[in-house]
């Protein structure tokens, strides 16, 4: 499958633990998006990097979350302290591209569930 | 007023009706736009997009962008229970790559 995966696809949590995600874009691609989506809404975007540099926070990521692309290749978010209101799917796409628009690719997202 | 409006339905159709799906904006900067489809608890499946006005036609889907009403619609011909799923728009300004979403229509398409 040369898709872009997520790993895990599924996380359950408590209060004030940290999680980690990670995602593997699509194989050469430059570009890779993060996105959150909760119920019943469509996706918002986090951040994005074009290959190793995070180039664009949406002022939803708060200073709990970071995330890091250190290779280019697979990127990771890390949430501290959880919070009840971080339970979403977290949503990764990638892209290859320079300027402007490049169709993006979707995986299949990680779940996130605070209790 | 979010930048996207979307009615998020469920919108419910027999099996062979013409789907007329919507969005409105409010961005005039918005210059590319997307369908997405996503079925339930999977990744957002991008349908089709357009750039700026016009029409666009895939097999049973047509596009549609009106930039002077700030409107976008998807029309799906000979719908199938396949077709059932939440379908999201999104948009993206000139010179820009990040996607803003509206948040979706569920469709329901019954044999």
């Known amino acids: 499958d040369t898709g872009v995966s997520q790993d895990p696809r599924h996380k359950i949590t408590k209060r004030g633990q940290n999680v980690t995600f990670r995602c593997d874009p699509i194989s050469e691609h430059n570009r890779l998006y993060w996105y959150r989506q909760t119920l019943g809404q469509g996706p918002e975007f986090l951040t994005y990097?074009?290959?190793?540099?995070?180039?664009?926070k949406s002022r939803l990521l708060s200073d709990r979350f970071s995330a890091e692309r250190p290779k280019g290749s697979f990127s990771t978010l890390e949430i501290q302290r959880t919070e009840q209101g971080d339970s979403a799917m977290y949503l990764c796409?990638?892209?290859f591209g320079q300027g402007g628009y490049n169709e993006q690719f979707f995986g299949p997202g990680t779940r996130l569930t605070v209790l | 007023q979010k930048e996207v409006e979307q009615d998020p339905g469920p919108l419910s159709v027999p099996e062979g009706a013409i789907v007329s799906l919507n969005c409105t904006y409010s961005?005039?900067?918005?210059?590319?736009f997307m369908w997405y489809r996503q079925y339930s608890r999977k990744g957002p499946e991008l349908l089709m997009y357009?750039?700026?006005?016009g029409n666009k036609e895939d097999g049973r889907f047509t596009a549609q962008v009106d930039k002077s009403s700030k409107y976008i619609s998807l029309f799906i011909r000979d719908s199938q229970p396949s077709d059932s799923a939440t379908y999201l728009c999104a948009m993206v300004n000139s010179g820009y790559s990040t996607l803003t979403f509206g948040k979706g229509t569920m469709l329901l398409v019954s044999p």
């Open positions: 796409a990638s892209s």
């Open positions: 357009t750039y700026s006005s």
């Open positions: 990097f074009q290959n190793e540099a995070q180039l664009e």
């Open positions: 961005n005039s900067a918005f210059q590319y």
